[in-house]
């Protein structure tokens, strides 16, 4: 069982904090099919420092989220500290989590994010003053390294543990690789060996045997899922249901899987609002569709809905063709 300060999860599997996607909507409902453990989508300390309208907003949790974790970023001492102190003492988040490993252009240029893989001394020194300013357990996603030349995974999760961070999360990529090439799962490994606070395996879990091979290969803690969620919460629940029985659950139908899109859809809504939902939902709505006969010509008709009405309309309409073709079929 996965535990990470005296948070306790249900199982091993965590869904991973995903720019622009991990809002409340896809976390309750992500949460809903399994997760031991679900992260929150990077925030900005300074946004939070100052009180940003939009940056608040994105502190909300559902109470039936928890246990949650909320990342944040930044590249400074005292900002990160007095938004790690805020989200301690004003939010319900069970685990503050600090990302290092954010690879994309703006986040390194604030001194952020992946920025850090470079300086172990640095992580000790950040990590270790926000674990003194906060009760909540405090925890570090990162990458093995900058590059290939760079790879300081063993050193940077020693210094996290050295400064009393609870838990690491390690994505088997360097910066440069992005989301692109393989993962590696042996550097994940030799991490594994080198700490004695839980680590969390993150990159290339596309399926629930992806999940218990890591699992087995490498002797993480827990197996974070990310954008093999994306549309698809069955991924999380089927990964579960493996782990626990070594049993395979089978895939959904369209039905199951317009129905919930659309409690997706309404639970966005109530977070931000028909207008900015909707437009939101477009590219959830385009992962919900993927491997759906014709989806092509439905995600074009997806790209010009504006209203709930308009979205739901396309999706109860492949619903009713994917009806008559298999009718047309038997």
């Not at 899987?257 to 109530?270: A, F, P, T």
Request: neutral net charge; aromatic residues 4%.
């Amino acid at each position: 069982m996965l535990k990470i300060g005296d948070i306790t999860m249900d199982n091993q599997v965590v869904l991973a904090p995903m720019a622009g996607v991990c809002n409340s909507a896809f976390r309750l409902t992500v949460k809903e099919f399994g997760a031991g453990l679900v992260c929150a989508e990077m925030i900005s300390d300074k946004g939070i420092v100052h009180k940003n309208k939009k940056t608040m907003n994105m502190l909300y949790i559902d109470e039936r989220e928890n246990p949650l974790s909320l990342q944040i970023f930044g590249g400074e001492k005292d900002t990160l500290v007095e938004a790690a102190r805020f989200v301690d003492q004003n939010t319900n988040a069970d685990i503050i989590d600090i990302n290092m490993g954010c690879p994309v252009n703006k986040i390194i240029k604030c001194e952020a994010g992946a920025r850090w893989l470079l300086e172990p001394t640095k992580i000790y020194d950040m990590v270790s003053a926000v674990v003194d300013a906060v009760n909540k357990p405090v925890t570090v996603k990162m990458r093995i390294g900058w590059d290939d030349k760079h790879i300081f995974a063993v050193e940077n999760a020693q210094a996290v543990e050295r400064a009393g961070g609870a838990a690491v999360s390690m994505h088997g990529r360097t910066r440069v690789q992005m989301y692109e090439g393989e993962a590696n799962w042996d550097i994940i490994k030799q991490v594994k060996q080198s700490i004695n606070i839980p680590l969390i395996g993150n990159g290339d879990v596309t399926t629930p045997q992806d999940a218990k091979r890591m699992l087995d290969e490498t002797g993480v803690d827990g197996v974070m899922i990310g954008r093999a969620a994306l549309g698809n919460p069955w991924m999380i629940y089927q990964t579960v249901k493996y782990l626990e029985t070594g049993h395979l659950m089978g895939e959904p139908t369209v039905r199951e899987k317009m129905d919930v899109c659309k409690l997706h859809l309404d639970r966005l809504i109530g977070l931000k609002g028909e207008n900015i939902a909707v437009r939101e939902m477009r590219k959830h709505a385009a992962w919900y569709l993927k491997g759906i006969k014709g989806n092509a010509k439905t995600r074009n008709a997806i790209n010009e809905c504006h209203t709930r009405a308009d979205l739901v309309s396309v999706l109860d309409e492949i619903v009713d063709i994917v009806a008559v073709e298999e009718k047309q079929a038997g």
